[in-house]
């Protein structure tokens, strides 16, 4: 892909402050994510989700979530402060165009896997994420996702859905407990 140089944007540091950088390039932009987020968008951490094939429209819109202060992310707050519309919508082009993660490596637990599967169909979670739960338009790909991501996100959805969150979710979760959404994340990150 092809990579303007950005003019004028507010570059953030690793460390989450801001600095004024006049000539950085998207390229530039997004390896200051994947610091976190990991090579190609792909996370080598349990608690940071993966960027790589998400929906496009889906990146962008928690990009301005998380720029406008709508949806609160400790780690990320002032990293996209001053960061134009028009790099955001590179910046999600570039992570939907990368090859999604291989689904989570270790050893599956067949009993948890298949309650999950179960769940995930009861809770109709394939008519939004679709049945191979790879996410469309604003809603994610859950399918190999980091598992300790999904279970945490889930938790939150359903416990504490706070601004920049889906209140669809919380209705969804609604009277799911947390052995269930251990079997929920255990599938969805085993899942290609």
Not at 60 to 89: F, H, W, Y
Not at 99 to 120: H, I, M, N
Request: proline share 9%; hydrophobic share 40%.
């Amino acid at each position: 892909m092809a990579w303007p140089v950005l003019a004028q944007t507010a570059a953030p540091a690793v460390s989450g402050t801001a600095q004024v950088n006049a000539s950085i390039t998207a390229p530039e932009r997004a390896a200051l994510c994947m610091a976190c987020h990991g090579p190609g968008g792909v996370s080598q951490t349990p608690a940071i989700p993966s960027l790589a094939a998400q929906p496009r429209v889906f990146i962008e819109n928690q990009l301005v979530l998380i720029r406008e202060g709508l949806r609160d992310i400790p780690a990320m707050k002032g990293s996209l402060d001053g960061v134009p519309d028009a790099e955001l919508t590179a910046l999600a082009r570039y992570f939907s165009a990368q090859p999604a993660p291989a689904p989570a490596k270790g050893t599956v637990d067949a009993q948890s896997f298949q309650r999950g599967k179960e769940l995930a169909k009861s809770a109709l979670c394939g008519t939004c994420h679709l049945p191979s739960h790879q996410g469309r338009d604003q809603v994610p790909r859950l399918a190999s996702q980091q598992e300790q991501f999904l279970r945490d996100v889930m938790k939150e959805y359903r416990d504490k859905p706070g601004p920049g969150r889906d209140t669809v979710m919380a209705a969804a979760l609604y009277g799911i407990n947390d052995a269930q959404l251990k079997d929920l994340a255990h599938f969805f990150a085993h899942s290609p």
